[in-house]
């Protein structure tokens, strides 16, 4: 009889189909009309009723089927009953059948962190630019992003009636990543994919010294990412504070498993156990190729502001 999938897998093919659900229920919310937007910090920092059910969601149904596994989500909720209709049991069986790789065949449910990002890019939700928004599950193992899913719900909203809306993106390390296809920037272009809503002098002035053929101007990390590996950006550049671990978490599985680089502005790895600070108050810097051109290119200016 087969052995049955490392608690790895399991866990990714679940996070698959919980993720596909959170789409629906996005889309769901938005069709409905009422977003239920408050804002937290501020006009730039938004919840809406979509980033609460999907996180209950989420979280729900992992705690669930693995109650040993930490989950840290960006939304601070009430524990209220989740209800049985935001719980998601199934799983992709396609991703079961994979074997898992051999570093991470003997991990154990408590050494698990989940960082979930229930809707990334909400102030763009908000504004109705739905293709910049993403639902991110991220996985670590030892302070290390060793898997990721990434769900678009509205990729390919543009295309017309008859189109199949949304895809989800997963991958783990030492196996590569599935659901798109990779693709490198044209070769010998500088183009950067930078903040579309929390823009300032630093950020600009980084973005001026890496000299670039041409900004991309984009909400959500994950959506960033996914400019990186479908080569539309060559160049991850975010000089502020703002981003967190959960922006980052499945994205940087996601860019190293395709052989990516992702760090702070410095160049500093990130760390993902359950008692980091959850601020990426450095920054983010990211490739799919080509990384030390760019990282080269940081003014020392830029790097002194931001401390980690």
């Known amino acids: 009889s087969m052995a049955s999938p490392a608690l790895l897998m399991r866990v990714v093919a679940s996070?698959?189909?919980?993720?596909e659900k959170a789409a629906t229920i996005v889309r769901n919310v938005m069709s409905a009309g009422d977003l239920g937007i408050v804002e937290k910090a501020?006009?730039?920092d938004l919840q809406t009723k979509a980033d609460r059910l999907v996180q209950m969601s989420i979280c729900a149904s992992l705690a669930r089927k693995f109650p040993k596994v930490t989950i840290i989500g960006e939304e601070e909720l009430p524990a209220d009953d989740v209800t049985e209709d935001l719980i998601e049991d199934g799983?992709?069986?396609?991703?079961?059948?994979?074997p898992c790789p051999a570093q991470y065949t003997g991990i154990k449910e408590e050494e698990l962190v989940i960082w979930v990002d229930p809707l990334d890019g909400t102030k763009e939700y908000t504004e109705g630019l739905l293709d910049h928004v993403t639902v991110l599950i991220?996985?670590?193992?030892?302070?290390?992003?060793?898997a990721g899913v990434i769900n678009q719900p509205y990729y390919n909203y543009e295309a017309g009636a008859?189109?199949?809306?949304?895809?989800t993106i997963w991958g783990v390390l030492g196996m590569g990543a599935f659901g798109f296809q990779l693709t490198e920037a044209p070769a010998g272009k500088h183009i950067v994919v930078t903040t579309r809503s929390h823009s300032s002098a630093l950020v600009n002035e980084c973005i001026t010294a890496l000299n670039p053929d041409h900004v991309i101007r984009?909400?959500?990390?994950?959506?960033?990412?996914?400019?990186l590996i479908e080569g539309k950006a060559s160049a991850y550049v975010f000089a502020s504070p703002g981003c967190k671990k959960w922006d980052t978490c499945a994205p940087e599985a996601i860019l190293h498993a395709v052989g990516g680089k992702i760090t702070?502005?410095?160049?500093?790895?990130?760390?993902?156990?359950?008692?980091?600070?959850?601020?990426?108050?450095a920054g983010v810097l990211a490739t799919l190729r080509n990384y030390d051109y760019y990282a080269s290119r940081i003014p020392n200016t830029v790097k002194e502001s931001l401390v980690p």
């Open 15 to 19: 996070a698959y189909s919980v993720a």
């Open 42 to 44: 501020g006009p730039n």
């Open 91 to 98: 799983h992709c069986e396609e991703i079961l059948k994979k």
């Open 138 to 146: 991220g996985i670590a193992y030892g302070g290390k992003a060793i």
């Open 162 to 167: 008859n189109a199949v809306l949304g895809r």
């Open 218 to 227: 984009v909400g959500g990390a994950g959506n960033k990412i996914i400019q």
């Open 264 to 281: 702070d502005i410095r160049g500093n790895s990130f760390q993902y156990n359950k008692e980091v600070k959850h601020m990426n108050s």
